[in-house]
């Protein structure tokens, strides 16, 4: 299979309908046409020549190969070029032949090669409909052309032309707007790298490299794809990836995204992964694939507008023989009439209601670091109230670090401890040498090698310093100790607050007692509190802690309710009682939270360009931090309110002019100037959603 760009395509049902063509050539029955992307996939044994003339036939242009580097300005250049022009000297014949209004030999021609010059490509597919007896928007438009000329209204025969014309090209660039966002965001992809091999240095294209590659990336150059420093410092924008403007340093042994552009150093990075593996690259294939998800609004006007035409044509039938025939009515104004039917009746605005702010909404959350897998999931984001969180690396750091502790004696507390854990790469370890460090103060007393330790199992660890015994751990570690009625106090008050707790003690004593606990992040309150003004109604926290961890970690975070105490089923079943009461989403890591995300209605990972996160979930956030969801989320909601709107609007004008026929005060004029009007109106407000604006901005900083 090959994918084309199609230039010109400005129709969806036109795309079914090239589609269906295409798809009776020998090799050509998988062929697919994506109206979204204005992109065709085709078997390469399909003859291209058959495949353009077939493409011809509705003014589409094929790109080959060689014309595939064309930026989108170029490709809208083609796609404009031609039809304005007709337009504006159909316009111009149309306003000469006004001149000549009494002159009927002199009007007439004009009115006619006016029609001719900017419906002629209607015209030639509505008969083509006729025959096959398919009943579509040129069908529909078609036979208001042919009624017109055929009860002698010239003038708006030729304006309908003109303005169908006009509204199609409008159509056409909306379409492309929508197309060129989506192709700016995948326009990031890295083309060559600066390759080091026995040869020195020299360009490669990116397919060519292979895993261990050397590659030096210089200021301003692309990190050509995942990979890690070997040498070199410099700071990187990682926005590609993550959404995030501000810039992060790296240096020998940091992981580096392929994509992300180098600011000032010279890097020299070992590649960890083909292009295509990398993380910007997934990235990049999920939004493009993104564009082809139906949701169920579009699935739904779909099916509906199948119905709606013929309807359309019924009610124009009715519209022009009942009143003639029951109500003394004159045959020609309403045979007028229902030509007008048909035009108010055509489905462009109804069909574009959807598409264009689903294509408009998943760019904007994509250029922000949050990726929508596909319309279906942008949805249903926007219907969320519910949200529930894992509380570890979620709502918190993942990293345990100090949060309380309480010295008995202070000249050993702090040394014995640092003495003991210093060559430990247990995380609790980790935390209370970060603690030591921070509290012994610089020149202070250094920190003694011990003689010998010995890791206890299921207590801690027990070391020998300076011929005394010490040990750091748990309360079992300290079942050799009378234990003083006030420590035993601070003890329990330190588990009651759900702090894990470490004791330092020697073999008679307790030195003193850290409370250590996961770092709660920084914004994880503002970020609920965004949350709740978005328009999310509950907030929940589930988590595998102690109950009064959670109740701890939930109170400072503001959720609205917490459960802890959870293995991974027990998540599920939680998120199916919230289901019960409204349309849940989970927030977790991608990893150990995968059940529960393949439950909720929603499953939200955040990671950081992780693999894991992205291939479990259907929203990733590709930050390590909540601060862009509450925005996402309000994006969502925005685009299914002006789904909603514009499908609202689109009917409401047509019904509007349609009961302009009861009292007989439909014209032709009235009905294309309705339609027109509709199309380009529901087009322009499903492109104000790729604009930000004040209340869509709710990010937090992370």
Not at 138 to 165: N, P, Q, R, S, Y
Not at 577 to 585: H, I, R, S, Y
Request: proline share 4%; charged share 20%; hydrophobic share 45%.
């Amino acid at each position: 299979m090959r994918d084309y760009k199609l230039v010109g395509l400005s129709c969806p049902n036109c795309a079914a309908d090239l589609q269906e063509q295409i798809n009776e050539l020998p090799g050509g029955e998988s062929a697919s046409i994506s109206y979204q992307l204005g992109k065709l996939t085709v078997d390469e044994a399909t003859d291209l020549d058959k495949v353009q003339k077939i493409l011809a036939t509705d003014g589409v242009r094929l790109e080959t190969s060689a014309a595939q580097g064309d930026t989108a300005a170029s490709r809208r250049w083609q796609w404009t070029k031609h039809l304005p022009t007709e337009v504006i000297a159909s316009a111009v014949i149309f306003i000469v032949a006004l001149s000549f209004g009494g002159y009927a030999y002199v009007a007439i021609p004009l009115y006619l090669a006016a029609i001719i010059l900017s419906g002629r490509q209607t015209f030639i597919k509505g008969l083509k409909n006729l025959v096959r007896f398919k009943f579509n928007i040129d069908t529909l438009m078609t036979i208001a052309l042919i009624g017109a000329v055929c009860i002698g209204e010239w003038k708006e025969a030729t304006m309908v032309a003109i303005l169908f014309g006009l509204n199609e090209h409008l159509e056409g660039l909306g379409m492309e707007k929508a197309r060129d966002s989506v192709e700016k965001l995948l326009a990031v992809a890295p083309k060559e790298a600066l390759l080091i091999d026995g040869d020195g240095e020299r360009i490669v294209p990116i397919a060519s490299l292979q895993v261990g590659d050397i590659v030096r990336v210089r200021p301003g150059d692309q990190v050509p794809s995942d990979g890690f420093v070997i040498e070199g410092k410099s700071s990187v924008n990682e926005a590609a990836i993550t959404g995030e403007s501000l810039p992060v340093d790296k240096q020998n042994g940091d992981n580096v995204f392929g994509g992300s552009v180098n600011n000032e150093g010279v890097l020299k990075v070992k590649v960890g992964k083909p292009y295509e593996d990398s993380a910007l690259a997934k990235i990049l294939h999920l939004v493009e694939q993104a564009q082809e998800t139906k949701t169920p609004t579009e699935l739904f006007i779909n099916r509906f507008a199948q119905y709606y035409t013929p309807l359309i044509i019924v009610i124009a039938i009715v519209v022009m023989t009942v009143p003639p025939l029951l109500f003394g009515g004159t045959w020609g104004d309403w045979f007028y009439q229902g030509l007008a039917v048909l035009i108010v009746g055509c489905p462009c605005a109804l069909i574009l209601s959807s598409p264009i702010a689903n294509i408009a909404g998943i760019t904007r959350n994509a250029r922000n670091g949050i990726l929508v897998k596909g319309s279906v999931y942008l949805e249903q984001l926007g219907k969320i109230d519910t949200l529930a969180f894992d509380k570890t690396g979620t709502l918190t750091k993942g990293t345990p670090h100090v949060a309380k502790k309480i010295t008995y004696d202070h000249e050993r507390f702090l040394a014995v401890a640092g003495a003991v854990e210093k060559s430990s790469a247990h995380p609790l370890a980790q935390a209370i040498m970060q603690e030591v460090a921070r509290e012994m103060a610089p020149g202070g007393v250094p920190l003694s090698e011990p003689d010998d330790s010995e890791a206890i199992p299921g207590q801690g660890v027990q070391a020998t310093i300076d011929g005394e015994i010490y040990t750091v751990g748990n309360e079992k570690s300290i079942a050799h100790i009378a234990v003083p009625a006030n420590v035993q106090r601070d003890i329990e008050q330190m588990k009651a607050e759900g702090l894990t707790l470490v004791l330092v003690a020697d073999s008679a004593h307790v030195l003193g007692i850290f409370g250590i606990a996961d770092e709660i992040r920084a914004e994880s309150r503002e970020v609920i509190d965004a949350l709740h003004r978005a328009g999310v109604h509950q907030t929940v926290m589930l988590t595998g802690d102690h109950e009064k961890t959670a109740e701890k970690v939930a109170q400072a975070v503001g959720v609205d309710a917490s459960y802890g105490n959870l293995l991974p089923e027990d998540k599920v079943e939680k998120i199916k009682a919230l289901a019960g009461k409204g349309e849940v989403a989970m927030v977790g890591d991608g990893i150990n939270d995968a059940p529960a995300l393949a439950t909720a209605d929603l499953g939200i990972a955040m990671g950081k360009g992780t693999d894991s996160a992205i291939e479990t979930a259907d929203v990733v956030l590709m930050q390590d931090h909540l601060g862009k969801l509450p925005s996402a989320i309000a994006v969502a909601k925005r685009v299914n309110r002006t789904i909603r709107f514009n499908i609202a609007f689109a009917l409401g004008l047509k019904l509007l002019a349609l009961l302009l026929t009861i009292p007989g005060l439909l014209t032709l004029w009235i009905a294309i100037i309705s339609d027109m009007g509709a199309t380009v109106l529901v087009t322009l407000f499903s492109l104000t959603i790729l604009w930000e604006r004040k209340s869509d901005s709710v990010r937090v900083t992370g």
